[in-house]
């Protein structure tokens, strides 16, 4: 690993939300960045994403906390751009050592797993698990020459327990925790640890712009105030908030978690543990 002072990180779906909070907390911590991002609507889902401008807005935080940062317009269903963002991080910083793969939607979901239609099944594999996978084996072979890095999974408690009407969902991230650990030990004797962070509810929280729990709601046509119903599962009593997650990456990213290889480390409030 290069010094802790320097370490260049690329964080996918950093317009908004968790990855935005997970791109301020390694700004904090004095990474260089490469903040990756759709950037726009795509038709097949069916709600809005992030835009360019929220892009440049977290680009526009992370400088504000002293870091070097770079935005890189991208899709990671496409090799192409994930192979301009690991060129811009050599280009401008020179090395990569982690990578944050947060990129991930919610819906299409909302039906019983028959009623799944195979483009809606598509899509949320090929953004939530295929993506994850490229993004991942790109950063592998330039870590690899580099002897470290860490790569950090964005899954969720659904990649540990099933929800009804989410079978697209629950697939793709049950994929992303098996990646996880078979990743890990492919990768562990070339110095470079993989591990997952499985988040439970996030708070949308409205300065980092976020919408997925509010899109878990719309796919399950929740009515009312769906944070409060969500609470009420939670043993904590408290939503997650984005900074618990990012807390947890930018540990998973240091090396006070070295011996951290292939784990799935749940942040969730108690949910899994009822
Ligand atoms: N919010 C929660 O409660 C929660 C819980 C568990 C897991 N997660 C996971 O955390 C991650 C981030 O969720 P969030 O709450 O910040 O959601 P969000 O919708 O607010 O942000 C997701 C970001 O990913 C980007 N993105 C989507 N598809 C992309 C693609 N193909 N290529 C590049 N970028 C793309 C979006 O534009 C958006 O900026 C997701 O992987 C999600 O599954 C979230």
Same mark, same amino acid.
């Given at each position: 690993?290069?010094?802790?002072?320097?370490?260049?990180?690329?964080?996918?779906?950093?317009?908004?939300?968790?990855?935005?909070?997970?791109?301020?907390?390694?700004?904090?911590?004095?990474?260089?960045?490469?903040?990756?991002?759709?950037?726009?609507?795509?038709?097949?889902?069916?709600?809005?994403?992030?835009?360019?401008?929220?892009?440049?807005?977290?680009?526009?935080?992370?400088?504000?906390?002293?870091?070097?940062?770079?935005?890189?317009?991208?899709?990671?269903?496409?090799?192409?751009?994930?192979?301009?963002?690991?060129? /811009?991080?050599?280009?401008?910083? &020179?090395?990569?050592? +982690?990578?944050?793969?947060? #990129?991930? !939607?919610?819906?299409?979901? %909302? =039906?019983?797993?028959?009623?799944?239609?195979?483009?809606?099944?598509?899509?949320? /594999?090929?953004?939530?698990?295929? &993506?994850?996978?490229? +993004?991942?084996?790109?950063? #592998?072979? !330039?870590?690899?020459?580099? %002897? =470290?890095?860490?790569?950090?999974?964005?899954?969720?408690?659904?990649?540990?327990?099933?929800?009804?009407?989410?079978? &697209?969902?629950?697939?793709?991230?049950?994929?992303?925790?098996?990646?996880?650990?078979?990743?890990?030990?492919?990768?562990?004797?070339?110095?470079?640890?993989?591990?997952?962070?499985?988040?439970?509810?996030?708070?949308?929280?409205?300065?980092?712009?976020?919408?997925?729990?509010?899109?878990?709601?719309?796919?399950?046509?929740?009515?009312?105030?769906?944070?409060?119903?969500?609470?009420?599962?939670?043993?904590?009593?408290?939503?997650?908030?984005?900074?618990?997650?990012?807390?947890?990456?930018?540990?998973?990213?240091?090396?006070?978690?070295?011996?951290?290889?292939?784990?799935?480390?749940?942040?969730?409030?108690?949910?899994?543990?009822?």
């Amino acid at each position: 690993m290069a010094s802790e002072d320097h370490l260049v990180a690329l964080v996918t779906g950093a317009a908004r939300g968790i990855g935005r909070a997970c791109s301020v907390r390694l700004a904090e911590a004095n990474m260089s960045l490469v903040l990756m991002d759709i950037g726009k609507d795509a038709p097949e889902v069916p709600y809005p994403l992030g835009s360019e401008s929220q892009l440049e807005h977290t680009r526009r935080l992370c400088v504000e906390m002293g870091a070097n940062a770079e935005t890189a317009t991208g899709d990671v269903r496409n090799i192409g751009d994930i192979d301009e963002a690991m060129r /811009l991080a050599l280009q401008r910083f &020179g090395r990569l050592d +982690v990578v944050v793969n947060c #990129a991930g !939607i919610v819906s299409p979901s %909302g =039906s019983s797993v028959e009623e799944v239609t195979s483009d809606d099944w598509s899509t949320m /594999l090929d953004i939530n698990l295929t &993506g994850p996978f490229q +993004v991942l084996s790109a950063a #592998a072979r !330039i870590m690899k020459q580099q %002897g =470290s890095g860490s790569i950090i999974n964005i899954a969720s408690t659904a990649g540990l327990v099933g929800y009804r009407h989410f079978a &697209g969902y629950v697939a793709s991230k049950h994929g992303l925790v098996g990646l996880t650990k078979a990743a890990a030990l492919d990768l562990a004797p070339h110095g470079i640890r993989v591990n997952a962070v499985c988040p439970g509810s996030v708070h949308d929280a409205p300065e980092l712009e976020g919408r997925m729990l509010r899109e878990v709601a719309n796919a399950l046509d929740l009515n009312g105030d769906h944070e409060q119903m969500f609470l009420r599962d939670q043993p904590s009593n408290a939503l997650v908030a984005a900074e618990d997650i990012a807390e947890t990456v930018a540990w998973l990213a240091s090396s006070r978690s070295r011996s951290v290889v292939g784990s799935i480390v749940t942040v969730d409030g108690g949910f899994t543990s009822r």
